[in-house]
């Protein structure tokens, strides 16, 4: 992951190298070499995910600056919130990798205290998959984790509830049920345990008024006032992602053009369920 980038572009390997020493270990060998099993953990993921983006964007700023300088708003899913707050000046590239390392160490000793994760719903609303986690929650944590596009909504809780809440919806009609590969029930009660540590790296960290609006997973809204943005990012790690929310709040601001920064195509495929008519570019596949 990001490999191509770090060979062609010096600003991207630059990202690499001062990782190494914010972090005190080789990101750029992880994410070029593996193994596998060390990105899928949450302490390296997130890091990785993190720096690449940011090493994406700089490919975007030699190929199309004037993408990067004229872009109005800016908006990330879940991690990539810190994406975009570096980009919109709230935080600067170490502070941001700082707390991103903290939060996904937190996380992931979240995620190993208890058996849980989370499991991908396609085909039902919302409603539909409240009612699921109602039925199935009894006494454990089950809940909506991410509002991602209509007809497709992440659920998180201990495990047997998300066994359980995975058999009533495929019941309910929905068309596909399928676990997500990560470490814990992330965006749920189940993370409180990591809000006191983020919200500790949070407090060191200088945040300052975003040059552009960023929009929050939390509410769907931009926010100007750095003790505001930090209050919100740590509530990020417990509250449901409000993505569909998110985009529909940018097409209602006049939007007419997006560009996704990061590995992968799927915001790209979420915006093609959300609203169609508006073009979504991407940097890096």
């Known amino acids: 992951m990001g490999r191509l980038l770090a060979d062609t572009l010096p600003a991207a390997r630059s990202l690499y190298e001062r990782a190494r020493d914010v972090l005190g270990y ?13 990105l899928d953990s949450t302490v390296y993921s997130q890091p990785a995910l993190f720096v690449t983006s940011l090493a994406a964007l700089e ?3 030699r190929e199309q600056p004037d993408v990067v300088d004229n872009c109005v708003y800016a908006a990330g899913l879940s991690l990539g919130e810190y994406t975009a707050m570096v980009y919109a000046g709230v935080m600067d590239f170490e502070t941001g990798l700082k707390v991103v390392q903290r939060r996904g160490e937190a996380m992931q000793q979240a995620s190993d205290a208890t058996p849980s994760g989370m499991v991908a719903v396609l ?27 209509p007809g497709n909504i992440a659920i998180s809780g201990n495990n047997a509830a998300c066994e359980r809440a995975a058999e009533l919806a495929v019941a309910a009609g929905a ?12 965006h749920t009660p189940l993370m409180q345990s990591a809000v006191e540590k983020l919200a500790s790296a949070l407090s060191d960290a200088k945040l300052s008024p975003p040059r552009i609006p960023v929009v929050s997973n939390v ?18 790690v417990v509250s449901p992602v409000r993505w569909e929310d998110s985009m529909r709040y940018l097409v209602q601001q006049g939007t007419d053009r ?9 915001l790209r495929g979420l915006m093609r369920r959300i609203e169609r008519k508006i073009p979504v570019d991407g940097v890096i596949e």
């Open 26 to 38: 080789d990101l750029g060998k992880i994410c070029f070499e593996g193994p596998a099993e060390d």
């Open 59 to 61: 490919l975007l700023r």
């Open 123 to 149: 085909g039902l609303e919302r409603e539909q998959v409240e009612a699921v986690c109602e039925q199935a929650r009894g006494n454990e944590v089950l809940q909506i984790a991410n509002l991602l596009c």
């Open 175 to 186: 068309f596909k049920v399928q676990p997500l590969a990560v470490a814990g029930a992330f």
């Open 219 to 236: 509410d769907a809204q931009p926010h100007s006032n750095p003790e505001e943005i930090r209050r919100l990012l740590i509530e990020q």
């Open 258 to 266: 997006m560009v996704e920064v990061g590995p992968g195509r799927v």
